[in-house]
C-alpha cells in the first residue's frame, strides 16, 4: 500500500480511473482538522491491519457538508489512488449498476454481457482481491440505511471505503465520524473566500450567526450576494424579517428556519432575475436528488405545464436558466458530463412551498419528461446506460404512483431493464414495491398488478427459487382466468404468463407436464399471432426444450431446427434468442447420437456468441457447456477438457457454484476429467455439486438422481462398487418414479448399474439388467444410437464372461459393426467395446 507519510500536493497525479467524482468545489473552506482525522484515521487502518481496512461512515444532519467533504477528500488524495468511485447510495437499485460500470476499468467482462449482478459481483470480487488496482477508493454517498448496502461494499479488500449519510446507526457498521456544522471561524472563512472584498468579519460572524454555521445556507447566502452584490445588511434585514416569518406559521421542519428563509430570499432573487429559472427549479425538485440527464429535457412532450413547455423550446433561454440555478448555488451543473443536480434539501424546500395542486402539476411534467426519455426496448443492450441514468428519477418521481397506465407501463419497462441487465434483486425490490402499490390502488386483479406479478415470477425463477416461481405464476394465472376481459392487452399479458409456466414446470421436474403445457400454449400463440410471430417462435423453442427432456429427440430437433430457421429470418428477434434456439438445435443433434455433427453446430454457435454476445455472456457459456459435451461424446476428450475447464472457471467467477448453469457445469468438468482419468478432481467436484443440487432444485428432480448416476461410475472406477451399485440403485429408483422406465436419463442409469453388479461378479443378473435396459433402449432411442450400442457392448462382453459365448460373440460382432457405421473404431467408445472392458454412460442436465 502506499506510504502516507508525506503531505500530498493538492492535486497529485490522476487515478487511472476517476468515475463519477464531482466536481472540486473552488469555494472549499476550512475542515482540515476533519480531513487531517479522517485521513490518519485511514492511514492508520492501513498501518494496523493491511489487508482489511475498516470503512468509514461520515453522518450528520443534511446541509452540513459531508459529501463536499468526501469530495474533497477524494480530489485531494487522489494521487494515493489507482481508482476512485463515486457511488450514488440513495437507492440500493442503483448502486449495483454503479459497481457494475467498473467491470472494463477492471479488466472485468462489461455488463452488457453479463448482467449488472454478476458484473457487481465480479467487480467486488476483483476490489477484494486487490486485482488489479490495490489502491482503491469506493465513496458510497448518501447511504441511509445500513443493511441495505452492507452487503456490497468490499470489506476485507486492500482499498478504502468512505459512506456519508445522515443515519447515526453506522456507528455499529463501520469507523464513525460525527459530521457538525461550520466552527464560526470555518464560517467567516468561508463567506470571505465566496464574497471577497463585500464583506467584512464583523458583517460575515453576524451572518453566520443567523444562518447557524449550516454550510449549505451559507452557500446559499454568499451565492446570492455574489451575483446581486445585495449589501449584507439589507441581506439580514430580509433574512431576520423571513426568519421570524417563518417561525410565526409554525410549520414544523426537519432544518433550521433560517435555512429555509436563506433559500426563500434566493429564489425570490432569482425569480427577479429569470422567471424560468424558477420554473426549472421547481421541476427538478421533482427528480431524484441524482445527477439529472440533461438528455431528459431535450424532448418537450405533450400536455406538461405551457411555461415549462415554453422553456424547453428555447434553447437559448434554457441553458441560460440552467446557468442561473448554477450561479444561485440553487443547483450543481456539470457541463461536461451534461447534468443538473439539486441538493435534497433544497428540493425538499422547493416542494414545501407548493401548494398541492402545482406539486401534483410538476410530478406529471416530470413523469411525461422520463417517459419521452425513455427508450422503448429494454431488451436491448444499447439502450441500458439511458435507463441507468434515468432509474432514480422514475424511482423517486413516483412514475407508478401516476394514474396514467402508460405511466405504470413505463415502470414495468424499469423492471424488465433490471432484469435482463442481470440486476434480479434490483428487479424483485421494484416490482414487489410496485406491485403493493397497484393491489391497494387498483384491486388485486387489476392488468397492472398481474403483469407485475408476471414480472416477478420470471425474476424469482432467475434467482433459483423455483417453487416460489411456481406458486406465485399458478396463483396469477389463476386470478386471470377469473377476469373476464376481451382487452387484447391482457390476453397479450395471459399468453407471456402462460409461456413462463412451462419452465415453472421444467425447473420442477415435471417434463411431460411441460411438453402438455407448452403444446397448447403454442396452439394458442398461433392462433393470436401466426406461426412466425416472435412469441410464437420462443414457446416453439420452449416446446422443443420440453421434447428433448422426455426422449422425443428427433421431435426436439425438429422444432429445435424450426425455431432456429425462423429467428434467423424474422425481425424483433434479439441475438440471445437466436443463440438460444442455435445452441438448442445443437443439443438435440448431440441427443440423436450425432457427436460430430453437434460439434461443428456447437462450435459455430459459440463463435457466433461470442462475437455479437461476448464470451462470458451466460448464452454464451450455455452453448460453450453444451459445446463441451458433444467434443467429449465425439472422443475428442483434450478439447473437451479444455473448453469444460474454461467455462467452468468463468460460472464461478460470475455467478458462483450456486447457480443451475454453474451446477451444470461443474458436472461436465467432472465428467470430463474422469474421462481422462483425473479421478480424484471428478470425483471430489462431483460429491461437492451433489450436494448443491437439492437446495437448487428440491430433494427428488431427476437432475439429482442423474447426477447421482454419475457419481456412482466414479464410485465404481474407485473400486468402491458395492457403494457404487447402492447410489444406482436409489437414482434408478428414483428416476423411474419421476419418468418412468423408458426414459433416457433412466436407462442411462440402468447400464451403469449393470455394470455394478458385472463388477461385483453377478453376471446373471448383470445380463437379465442388461438386456431388458436394451430392449428399452432400441425403442426409445433406436438401435444405431450410440447410448444404445455401449449397453449393447456392455450385454455381450458379460455374455462371453458368463461363458454363453456363442450368442455373446454374435452380439458383439453386430455392435462392433455397428460402430464401424457410426462413430468408427477410432471412437473411444468403439476400443472400449472393442477389449469387451464396459462402457460407463454419463449425464449431463439440460437447461431448464
Known sequence: MTNFAH???????????WENVPPRNRNFTGREQLLAELRASIAGDVTAVVSQPEPHALHGMGGVGKTMLVVEYAWRYRGDYDLVCWIPSDQPVLVRSTLASLAVDLGLPPATATGIEDAARAVLNALRLGEPFRDWLLIFDNADQPEEIKDIIPAGGPGHVLITSRNPRWDAEANAISIDVFTRSESVEFLSKRVPRAINDKQADELAQELGDLPLALEQ?????????????????LLKERTASLLAEGKPTEYPASMTAAWGLSVTNLKRKLPEAEELLRCCAFFGPEAIPRAVFDRGPENIGERLASLLRDPIEFSRAIGELGRFALARVDTANRTIQVHRLI????RDDLPEWEKDRFRDDVRRLLAAATPKAPDNTSNWPRYAGLLAHVVSSGVAESRDPQMRSLALDYVRYLYVSGDYRSARLLVENFEKLWETSLGPKSVDVLNARRHRGIIVRELGQYSEAYELNQETLSRMDGVSSTDPGFQESRLLLLNSIGADLRARGRFIDAQEHDERSLHLHTEAYGPDHPRTLLVTNNLALDLGLISKYEEARQSHKLSYLGMRTTSGIGRGDILNSWNGLARAVRLCGEYQAASDAGAEALAFGVEELGADHPLTLRTMKDLAIARRRAGDFEEALELALDCHSRYERLFGLNHPD????????????????????AYELAVKTLDLYPKMYGPDHPYIHGCAGNLAILLRVRSEVAEARQRNEAAL????????????FSLTVATNLASDLAALGDLESARRLGAGTRRRLITVLGEMHPMTLACTANLAADMIADGIEDEGTELFNQTIDQYTRTLSLDHPDAIVAYEKRHLDCDFDPAPI
Not at 428540493?347 to 422547493?350: E, F, I, M, S, Y
Not at 454453474?662 to 478432481?681: E, P, T, V
Not at 429408483?733 to 423408458?742: C, F, I, K, S, Y
Open 662 to 681: 454453474s451446477l451444470a457445469s461443474a458436472m461436465c468438468l467432472a465428467n470430463a476429467w474422469r474421462s481422462i482419468g483425473q479421478l480424484d478432481d
Open 347 to 350: 428540493q425538499a424546500l422547493v
Open 733 to 744: 429408483a428414483g428416476l423411474e418414479a419421476r419418468l418412468g422406465r423408458d426414459h433416457h
Open 221 to 237: 447566502a454568499g451565492a446570492l450576494q455574489a451575483e446581486t452584490g445585495m449589501p449584507v445588511e439589507e441581506y439580514l434585514r
Open 7 to 17: 503531505q500530498p500536493q493538492p492535486l497529485g497525479r490522476a487515478p487511472k480511473v
